[in-house]
């Protein structure tokens, strides 16, 4: 049974008293077992005057996945519909992938965190002239399809695959928590494809016993009560106390992109963190220009934590962010974005 998991309506323009609208329905992303539709309202002269977009999972009566239904791939047809100033969605290693691309010039590539999606980045790569800018939803996030097979590893062949698809080299890699875990993974596997890296908010170790013990228990808080339980767990531990208090968008915001990603990806980006490999002894043979950022009220990875980080990787950069937690492009993207510029134009163009 398809579910709606996420919905997003935006508003054009002012229909003229009388006016019947036209409201056309595509398809803009179909995966194994979700799919995306956008709804156009226009007026007669042909003005848009709002859009909906509506992301669907399809549920067995259990709550497990199931495929797209055959009535879906019939009426649309497996082509998206994608205009080039939208988010776009391309088919990786099978999977339906939802992306921003921005601007044009040498690349940098976007991971998002846990349990996020690629909406933690726009005010930051809003102001990156100059880069062309790509932001992803990870497997089982935002509007990406949500397959039952999630490792760190899975998430850096998704990405490797999708530049590949972007038909892009080498890249700028910058990873949020979970997302430097991922750059990691990237670097250690494809080494020739990264230019550089920015680590904001992440670590190298590996789960203690006790964090995976909490995992665990966030697996089955997740299944049992849904991802509403985990945004009220999540969201005073991600965010410092003062954008709690001061920044109620930002919560809204923050609670909107947990509640919204489907409930087998969380469980699955869970398992992925839980399990993920030690990543010290990469860290002494990262050879390439490296920018790590801290939250200086980060309570998940204390500042010391990314000193150390930084300290470990030759020739690093370390930038403290105050009055921002763990989710420092998201609670402080003004200067977030102003020390990942400069590191970029630090960088010059790229050698051949």
């Known amino acids: 049974m398809p579910t709606a998991r996420k919905a997003t309506l935006e508003f054009h323009a002012h229909p003229t008293p009388g006016d019947r609208l036209r409201v056309d329905t595509t398809l803009t992303t179909v995966g194994r077992t979700s799919y995306t539709l956008r709804h156009t309202a226009r007026a007669p002269d042909g003005r848009i005057i709002a859009e909906a977009e509506i992301a669907f999972d399809c549920l067995t009566s259990e709550g497990d996945p199931t495929p797209v239904p055959q009535a879906i791939v019939q009426a649309f047809g497996r082509r998206p519909s994608v205009r080039a100033s939208e988010t776009q969605h391309l088919a990786v290693r099978g999977l339906a992938v939802a992306l921003d691309v921005q601007g044009e010039g040498s690349p940098v590539l976007f991971i998002h965190g846990f349990p996020l999606d690629r909406t933690v980045w726009r005010q930051v790569m809003a102001t990156l002239t100059g880069w062309k800018r790509i932001a992803p939803d990870l497997r089982g996030m935002g509007l990406s399809d949500a397959p039952g097979k999630y490792a760190i590893t899975e998430y850096g062949d998704d990405l490797a695959a999708l530049l590949d698809a972007l038909h892009v080299s080498k890249t700028v890699i910058c990873g949020l928590s979970m997302g430097g875990y991922i750059a990691f993974d990237l670097f250690r596997r494809y080494r020739d494809r990264v230019r550089a890296l920015v680590l904001v908010n992440t670590r190298a170790e590996p789960d203690t016993e006790e964090a995976r013990g909490r995992r665990n228990d966030m697996i089955a808080m997740v299944k049992r009560d849904g991802t509403g339980a985990l945004a009220e767990v999540l969201i005073p531990q991600l965010l410092a106390p003062w954008s709690v208090s001061a920044l109620p968008h930002v919560v809204e915001q923050l609670r909107g992109m947990i509640t919204g990603n ?86 010059g163009p790229p050698s051949s």
């Open 262 to 347: 489907p409930a087998p990806g969380i469980v699955g980006a869970l398992e992925a963190m839980r399990d993920r490999v030690d990543s010290t002894d990469l860290l002494s043979t990262i050879d390439v220009p490296t920018l790590v950022i801290a939250g200086r009220e980060d309570r998940l990875i204390p500042a010391a934590a990314s000193r150390t980080l930084a300290d470990a990787i030759p020739s690093a950069q370390l930038t403290q962010i105050p009055e921002a937690g763990h989710l420092t492009p998201l609670e402080q993207p003004v200067p977030t974005s102003r020390v990942i510029a400069e590191f970029l134009d630090a960088l």
